[in-house]
C-alpha cells in the first residue's frame, strides 16, 4: 500500500474509515444503530402482517368510532405516514406533530424513521464531500453571468410568482380540509390591507427579503463572486438585524421566557449544524453564522429577560437598550483601549490555526462578530418602535394624495441621498477597508430597503411567493450547501456530471433544494417530537440526546485508541447497539400495540353486520390474521442487519471508486502527472467577449480558430480513485508548501526558463522576460515572500552540475541538505560540445553515474531531487551548423536514453518529461531550442503539483492574527451610540429620517405619536395576559358580552361626527 494518505493502488483493501475523524465514527455508529433498529421495527410489522403498502409504507391504521385506548393506540400508528405524505384529516396531521410518547411504538417508529433519512442525508453530504463519484471542480467567475441568474430568479421568476399575501397564506394551508380553507379565503377577503398580514415587515415580506437575499449568497458562493463581496457583506447585516427584531417582537408580545422556549429556539440554530459538525469533524466556527445568531439571540434573550416585569413601561425597555449600547461601545469599538473583548472570550477561543478559522478561533470570532456588533441592536431599535412606525403610516395614509407623498418623498429623499453617499463612498472600498466600515454604514441601505418596500399598502399587501419560499430555508440551505451543492466546506463545487457544467448545476441544485427542505421540516418535527412544551420533558430529553451522542463518541474514541478503526468495527457496534435498542422497544411497546390491533379486529368483526359507520380503515387489506410466528420474531433483526451491510457496502464503494476531498495528490499521481496535451481555445467565444468589451473596452476578436494560436496545456482524464486531481496552481497555493523553504534549479537554459516559469507561477510577473543587456549564462537568487529563496545555478554541462550538487551536499547540517527542492536538467550542452570521440562519451557516462550518486544522497538528505528532460528540439530551426549536425532531435532522443541507462532517471524523487510539453509545439520553438513563455508554464505547472508529494506540509504553518482590536474605531462608534439615542429617546425605528416628513405633513412627528402607540401596546399586551389566564377567561368574556349588548341596546351615533378627528376615526375603525 502506498504510504501517501488518500492513496492506493488496485488490491490495496481500503477502508473508509481509515482518514475518518472519530466524531465522524461515532455518528456512524449512531445512525447505524437507529437505522438498524428502524429497518427492524419495520421488517417485524410486515411479516406479522401489521404493514400497510397502500399508503406508501406504514403500520396500519384502524381507526375505531370508540375511545378506548386500544383505538386509540392503533390511530397513531398513521402518524408518520401523514405527515410526511399530507394527511386529509387535520386531526391525524395534529396527532403526527405530538410530542415523543416512549410507551407508544407508533411515537417511537415516528421518531426513528425520521431520525433515520436525516442520518441517511448526512450520509449522503458526508460522500459528497468525501468520496464524490468525480473529483471536485474548481469555482469559476464570470460578471455576465452572476448577473444573468441574478436578474432571471430575483426579478424574472420572482416577479412572475408575484402574489398577495392573503393568496400565499391560502397556498401554506392546502394540506387542512377544503372547508377550513374556503372559510380562511373568506376571512382574508375580509382583511383590509392594514391587517397584520399587510403590516410593515409582514412575515411574508421578511421571508422574501430573506429569499432574494440567500439566492444572492448563494450564488455568490457558488461562484465566488469577489467583486461583489461588500453587497454580500450589508445582506449578512440584514441577517443580523432580522434576529434582534424578531426576537425582541416574540419576547416582547409573548413574555415567555421559559426554558423550553430557549431549548427549542437554541435547537433551531444549531441542531443541524451540530450533525454536522460531528460528522464531518469540522469545527463550529466554519458555519459562523450558526454561532453569530445564537450569540445575538442570548444578547437579546439576556436584556429582554432583565427586569422583564417593567418592559412594557415607557422608559424601562429604552434604558436597557441604551445601556446596551453602551456596552457594545465599549466592548467592540474600545476594545484596542480596554481589551474587554479578549477578556471576555479567552477561555473559549484561542490563536490556533484550524479550518475555518486560519487565523485562529478568537480572531474569526472578533472579526465575524465586529462585522455587525450593532447590527442586532439596530433591531431591537425599530422593533421597540415598531408600533410608533406602524401608527405613523396609517396616519401619513389618511391624508391627501398630496401631503401623503409629499411626506414619503422627504423620507425617501433623505434616505435615498444617504444611500448614494454610501454607493459612492464606503461600497466602493475593497474588501480589508470595507470591512472595517460595514458596522457602522451597513444599516444605511437595510433602512432604506425597509422604507421603500413598505412605502405604499399595495407594496406591502404582495410579495413574491418563489422568493418566500426560498426564505423558510436560509439556515438550511446555507449549512447544506457546504457539502452537497458545493464540496471541500464551500471551496470547491460539487461535480456529478463532468464536462456539463450548467447540466451539471441543474442536477446538484435540484438535489441540494429538496434536500434542504427535508432537512428543515425534519429539524421542525425533531424538535416538536424531543423538546415538548414542557420544562422536564425538555431536560430529560436534552439530556437524553446528549448522553447517547457522548456514549457513542467514547465508544468510536475506544476503538480508534484500540486502533480496531474499520467498517466492520462500525458494522458490529451498529447491529450490537441497534439489537439493544430493538429489544427495548419490542418489550416495552409490542404487547400493547399486538393488543390494540386485535382489539380493532374483533370490533370490526362484532360490527360487521351491525353498521359500517363504527369503523373506518384506509384500505380493506390492513385488518389482517394475526402473522406473529417465529420467522416474524427472528428475521427482522437479520433484515435489519442486512439494511445495515448495504449502507456499509455503499460507503465502501464510494469510498474505493470515488474521488476524494481536496488535499495534497498522493505519490501514485507521479504515473499520470506528465500526461498531458495542448487544446486549442478560442477566446472568440461569447463569454470572452463579453469579458473583453467590459474590461478591455474590445468591441471585436481579429484572430480566432482556425486562425488564431490560443492553445492551453490540459491534463489527460484519471479515474476517480487515483485521488490525482491536477489543476492550475497560483502563487497563494504554492507558497503553503514552499513558504520557509529552500530551491535550486541547476542546469542550463532549459533549467533556467523552467526557472523563470515558476517564479512567475510563484508571483513575479516580469520573470524570464527578453532581456538582451543581461549576461546569458549567470546565476540568479530571487527572495520570495521574504522567507524563501529561489536560486538558479548556471551548470551547462554535467560536470558543472555534478560539482554544484557535490557542493549543495557538503554544506548539509546534521544530515540535512541545505537544499528542499533541487532541479536539475541537461544534456544539450553535452551533446553539443562534449560527446563528439568515445572518450568523450565514456568521460560522460561516467560523470552521469557520480550525479546519479550525489542525487541519491541529497535524497538520503531529505532533498527532493527533480530531473528535467531535455525538451523537444526543432532541429529545422537550429541556427548553427554545429548544432544542426550535432543537436538534432534524434541526437538528443539518444542522448536522453543515455541518461536514463546511466542511472540519473532512477536516482530522482521525480522526473519532468520535457518533450511531453514541447513536442507538439516544436514549431514555435524560434532557434530549434527554446520555446515561448507559455510553454515552460506548462512545465512549471506540472512541477507544481508534483510538490504536493514531493514536499508534503509538515502540519499547518502557524499564522499570526491581527491584533484583536484592530477594527475599533471609537469615533464611528461613537457616531452609531447618537443613532441610538436618536432612535431610543426620538422614538424613531428609521433612526431620524422619518422626522423629515414633519416638514410638509403636520403631526407625524415619531414623539408625537409614542404615547398613542403606548397605550395601544399595553391594551394589546394586557388583552394578552388576560387570555392567558385560564381562570379570567370567563370573567373577561362575561364582561366583554355585557358590553356588547349594552351597546346594541345604545341609540346609534350619527354617520358623521364632527367633534371626532377623522384620523382617529380610521384609527379605531369607525
Known amino acids: 500500500m502506498a504510504d501517501d494518505e488518500g492513496a492506493f493502488t488496485e488490491g490495496d483493501m481500503y477502508s473508509p474509515t481509515r482518514d475518518a475523524n472519530i466524531s465522524t465514527l461515532a455518528m456512524a455508529m449512531l445512525f447505524g444503530s437507529i437505522i438498524f433498529a428502524t429497518a427492524s421495527l419495520a421488517a417485524r410489522l410486515w411479516l406479522a402482517g401489521m404493514w400497510n403498502w397502500d399508503s406508501g409504507g406504514a403500520p396500519i391504521h384502524v381507526t375505531l368510532s370508540t375511545s378506548s385506548s386500544a383505538s386509540e393506540e392503533t390511530l397513531a400508528l398513521i402518524s408518520h405516514n401523514d405527515y410526511t405524505k399530507g394527511s386529509s384529516s387535520s386531526k391525524d396531521l395534529k396527532k403526527s406533530k405530538q410530542p415523543l410518547d416512549t410507551t407508544s411504538l407508533p411515537s417511537i417508529y415516528n421518531l426513528l424513521h425520521h431520525c433515520t433519512v436525516f442520518g441517511l ?198 434604558t436597557k437598550l441604551g445601556v446596551l449600547a453602551i456596552i457594545i461601545f465599549i466592548v467592540w469599538d474600545c476594545e484596542s483601549y480596554f481589551g474587554i473583548f479578549n477578556l471576555l472570550h479567552q477561555f473559549f477561543l484561542s490563536d490556533e490555526s484550524v479550518e475555518g478559522a486560519r487565523m485562529g ?55 435615498l441621498y444617504a444611500l448614494r453617499t454610501w454607493v459612492k463612498g464606503p461600497l466602493t472600498y475593497s474588501k480589508t477597508q470595507y470591512n472595517e466600515t460595514n458596522p457602522y454604514y451597513g444599516f444605511i441601505p437595510l433602512v432604506t430597503y425597509i422604507f421603500l418596500r413598505n412605502l405604499t399598502p399595495t407594496m406591502r399587501s404582495y410579495s413574491m411567493e418563489l422568493l418566500h419560499e426560498i426564505g423558510k430555508t436560509t439556515l438550511e440551505t446555507y449549512l447544506m450547501q457546504h457539502h452537497i451543492w458545493l464540496s471541500s466546506n464551500s471551496k470547491t463545487v460539487l461535480t456529478f456530471i463532468p464536462g456539463w457544467p450548467r ?153 474505493t471508486t470515488g474521488a476524494r476531498s481536496i488535499g495534497p495528490l498522493p505519490s501514485t499521481c507521479d504515473a499520470f502527472v506528465n500526461n498531458g ?116 545555478k548556471w551548470a551547462p554541462l554535467a560536470v558543472d552540475q555534478l560539482a554544484v550538487l557535490k557542493e549543495v551536499n557538503d554544506n548539509s547540517v546534521d544530515g540535512n541538505t541545505a537544499q528542499d527542492l533541487i532541479v536539475l536538467g541537461g544534456g544539450a550542452w553535452d551533446r553539443l560540445h562534449v560527446y563528439a570521440t568515445d572518450e568523450d562519451r565514456q568521460s560522460h557516462a561516467a560523470t552521469l553515474k557520480e550525479l546519479s550518486a550525489e542525487m541519491l544522497r541529497s535524497q538520503q538528505q531529505n532533498a527532493a531531487v527533480v530531473w528535467l528532460i531535455p525538451t523537444t528540439i526543432n532541429s529545422q530551426a537550429l541556427n548553427t551548423e554545429e548544432k544542426r549536425d550535432h543537436m538534432r532531435e534524434e541526437d538528443m532522443e539518444a542522448m536522453r536514453s543515455v541518461y536514463f541507462k546511466n542511472g540519473v532517471l532512477s536516482a530522482s524523487s521525480f522526473v519532468l518529461d520535457g518533450p511531453t510539453f514541447t513536442a507538439s509545439r516544436v514549431s514555435e520553438s524560434f532557434d530549434g531550442v527554446h520555446y515561448p513563455p507559455q510553454v515552460y508554464d506548462a512545465g512549471a505547472q506540472i512541477l507544481m503539483n508534483a510538490i504536493d508529494w514531493l514536499l508534503p506540509l509538515n502540519g499547518v504553518e502557524p499564522v499570526i492574527p491581527p491584533q484583536i482590536g484592530k477594527m475599533s474605531n471609537p469615533m464611528l462608534g461613537f457616531m452609531m451610540l447618537v443613532l441610538v439615542g436618536i432612535g431610543l429617546f426620538m422614538f424613531d425605528g428609521f433612526l431620524g429620517f422619518t422626522y423629515l416628513a414633519s416638514a410638509f405633513v403636520k403631526g407625524l412627528k415619531p414623539h408625537d405619536l409614542h404615547r398613542q402607540a403606548l397605550r ?31 351597546r346594541k341596546r345604545a341609540p346609534k351615533a350619527t354617520k358623521t361626527s364632527g367633534n371626532m378627528d377623522p384620523e382617529i376615526a380610521a384609527l379605531i375603525g369607525r
Open 503 to 655: 447540466i451539471n448545476l441543474a442536477l446538484v441544485t435540484c438535489v441540494y433544494v429538496l434536500l434542504s427542505r427535508k432537512m428543515h421540516n425534519l429539524t421542525l418535527l425533531l424538535r416538536t417530537l424531543i423538546l415538548p412544551d414542557d420544562r422536564e420533558a425538555c431536560i430529560r430529553s436534552s439530556v437524553a440526546m446528549l448522553v447517547t451522542i457522548a456514549g457513542f463518541y467514547c465508544t468510536a474514541f475506544v476503538v480508534d485508541e484500540m486502533d480496531m478503526t474499520s467498517l466492520m468495527s462500525v458494522g458490529v457496534v451498529s447491529i450490537v447497539c441497534g439489537t439493544l435498542l430493538y429489544q427495548s422497544v419490542m418489550d416495552s411497546t409490542w404487547a400493547t400495540y399486538r393488543k390494540a390491533v386485535k382489539a380493532a379486529k374483533r370490533k370490526l368483526e362484532a360490527d360487521l353486520g351491525d353498521s359500517d359507520d363504527h369503523i373506518t380503515t384506509t384500505s380493506d387489506s390492513e385488518v389482517t390474521e394475526d402473522k406473529e410466528t417465529t420467522i416474524s420474531r427472528f428475521c427482522p433483526p437479520l433484515i435489519g442487519a442486512m439494511v445495515v451491510l448495504v449502507l456499509g457496502l455503499t460507503w465502501n464503494g464510494f469510498a
Open 677 to 792: 496535451s495542448w487544446i486549442p481555445f478560442d477566446g472568440c467565444n461569447e463569454a470572452s467577449r463579453g469579458m473583453a468589451y467590459r474590461e478591455n473596452q474590445v468591441s471585436s476578436y481579429g484572430m480566432c480558430l482556425p486562425h488564431g494560436n490560443s492553445h492551453i496545456w490540459a491534463w489527460e482524464k484519471q479515474a476517480s480513485h487515483t485521488h490525482c486531481r491536477f489543476g492550475h496552481r497560483d502563487e497563494t497555493q504554492v507558497k503553503k508548501v514552499l513558504n520557509k523553504r529552500r530551491v535550486i534549479f541547476i542546469g542550463d537554459s532549459m533549467t533556467r526558463n523552467l526557472y523563470s516559469a515558476s517564479l512567475r507561477i510563484m508571483g513575479v510577473a516580469g520573470s524570464g522576460a527578453y532581456d538582451a543587456t543581461l549576461p546569458k549564462h549567470q546565476g540568479i537568487t530571487s527572495i520570495l515572500w521574504g522567507t524563501t529563496p529561489v536560486v538558479f
Open 1016 to 1046: 395601544s401596546s399595553k391594551k394589546s399586551s394586557h388583552h394578552h395576559d388576560e387570555l392567558s389566564d385560564p381562570e379570567a377567561n370567563g370573567n373577561v368574556l362575561r364582561s366583554r358580552l355585557a358590553k356588547a349588548k349594552a
Open 121 to 318: 442525508i448526512l450520509l449522503y453530504s458526508y460522500i459528497c464531500e468525501n468520496h464524490p463519484p468525480y473529483p471536485h471542480d474548481e469555482k469559476t467567475y464570470d460578471r455576465d453571468e452572476f448577473f444573468f441568474w441574478t436578474i432571471l430568479v430575483v426579478v424574472i421568476a420572482g416577479g412572475h410568482s408575484l402574489k398577495k399575501n392573503v393568496d400565499i397564506g391560502n397556498n401554506a394551508t392546502r394540506q387542512t380540509s377544503r372547508s377550513a380553507i374556503k372559510q380562511g379565503m373568506q376571512d382574508n377577503r375580509n382583511r383590509d390591507e392594514n391587517s397584520p398580514d399587510n403590516a410593515i415587515l409582514n412575515r411574508y415580506q421578511t421571508e422574501e427579503w430573506k429569499g432574494w437575499m440567500q439566492f444572492i449568497f448563494l450564488l455568490y458562493h457558488y461562484m465566488y463572486a469577489v467583486e461583489v463581496y461588500n453587497g454580500i457583506r450589508v445582506m449578512i447585516t440584514c441577517y443580523v438585524w432580522m434576529t434582534g427584531f424578531g426576537n425582541f417582537m416574540f419576547f416582547q408580545k409573548t413574555n415567555d421566557y421559559s426554558l423550553h422556549r430557549i431549548l427549542q429556539m437554541l435547537w433551531r440554530l444549531n441542531f443541524l449544524v451540530l450533525f454536522l459538525c460531528l460528522t464531518h469533524g469540522n469545527r463550529y466556527i466554519l458555519y459562523y453564522i450558526c454561532p453569530l445568531h445564537t450569540y445575538y439571540f442570548l444578547m437579546v434573550l439576556w436584556v429582554m429577560y432583565v427586569g422583564k416585569e417593567r418592559n412594557h413601561t415607557r422608559w424601562w425597555m429604552r
Open 361 to 415: 478561533t478568537m480572531w474569526e470570532w472578533y472579526f465575524r462578530s465586529t462585522l455587525d456588533h450593532w447590527s442586532v441592536l439596530l433591531g431591537m431599535v425599530f422593533a421597540i418602535n415598531y408600533p410608533i412606525t406602524i401608527l405613523w403610516f396609517k396616519k401619513i395614509e389618511l391624508r391627501s394624495i398630496r401631503r401623503q407623498w409629499m411626506g414619503k418623498m422627504a423620507v425617501a429623499f433623505g434616505m
